[in-house]
């Protein structure tokens, strides 16, 4: 039995001292460290999305025809961005109401918009602001 409780002693040493070089090992960052990258790779996205909506505005500025608008070359790129960026499209949106709504549908799979308000700038933005205050925190 000594023998054993030794072992396990001399076991629990080495567990201790493995899980000490793990943990202070660059493999395996500090939440610290995890939360900066977070944190700076969040920044990255904004920037990127700040940028391409506004060339996508500048660019569209003028334009009537809703299809050059929704394929403008940026825009597309915002929808490349994936759901990550719904956040930010809303808040957009909220700010400054234009024509997010088919990056919405793309990003989201959904469309609270009903027909007879298709077509009408605030009553869809506030169809897409009301879906997102029902959508799950």
Request: net charge neutral; with cysteine.
């Amino acid at each position: 039995n000594q023998i054993i409780k030794r072992k396990k002693a001399r076991w629990a040493a080495v567990s201790c001292d493995v899980q000490y070089l793990f943990i202070d090992s660059d493999h395996y960052p500090s939440r610290l460290a995890l939360e900066k990258k977070a944190k700076e790779q969040q920044e990255a996205v904004e920037k990127e999305l700040h940028n391409l909506a506004g060339k996508w505005k500048e660019q569209t500025a003028f334009t009537s025809s809703m299809t050059d608008i929704v394929l403008n070359s940026s825009y597309q790129r915002i929808i490349g961005m994936g759901p990550e960026v719904v956040p930010l499209i809303i808040s957009d949106l909220k700010n400054q109401p234009t024509h997010w709504f088919w990056a919405l549908e793309a990003l989201t799979g959904e469309n609270p918009v009903p027909e007879q308000d298709r077509g009408r700038l605030k009553a869809m933005t506030t169809h897409w602001l009301n879906w997102l205050d029902h959508q799950p925190k």
